[in-house]
């Protein structure tokens, strides 16, 4: 066999094998990408900590300056400016790497008269309600109640807004529909 011939081949090999091994390459950036995290373990089906009894356990535990940041009734109020309680149309969308469904929930009473109405079926099918309003661990306390053993976690609702293209909230998201 040709010298040449063999150089050729084991060059074409070797850039193959490089070019599969590459990073991806960024075409564009507008400087608005947001962190994944919050939506990262949900799309790999990873299990949250249910943060909801966590603040329900917490609930006497005075908070000071000194307190641990990881404590979760150190992250009331949550709150976000860019949903509000309020209908929502039904549509179809694909999320195809959403591993389970999410609702995204508040404290006020819209969302816990929904939420009170659809628990089981949020139960059944291990939905995980991301938290995006509440003021205080009286808040917390009727959502931990009304949602019965359906996790929760608190979540940047004005994030959650743009990533689904929502306004209003209860909703529930699947890989097929936004819908209330």
Known sequence: MNVRLILLIGSAFFNAAHAAHAEPVVIFDS????????YKQILQGVT????GELWAMNRAVEVDE???PSDPVNWL??????????????????????????????????????IKKYQSALLKNNVLCWLVSANDLNDVQQVVTALGGVSMSPANGD????????SHYPVLITQRFIEQ
Do not use: M
């Not at 994030?159 to 929502?166: L, Y």
């Open 66 to 68: 000194s307190s641990d």
């Open 159 to 166: 994030e959650i807004a743009r990533f689904f293209s929502i």
């Open 48 to 51: 949250i900590p249910d943060f």
């Open 77 to 114: 109020p949550v709150t976000t400016s860019k949903l509000t309680p309020g209908d929502v149309t039904a549509r179809q969308v694909r999320f195809d790497h959403l591993a389970s469904p999410v609702c995204v929930i508040g404290s006020d009473k819209k969302s816990l008269d929904w």
């Open 31 to 38: 400087g608005n990408t947001v962190p994944t995290y919050p």
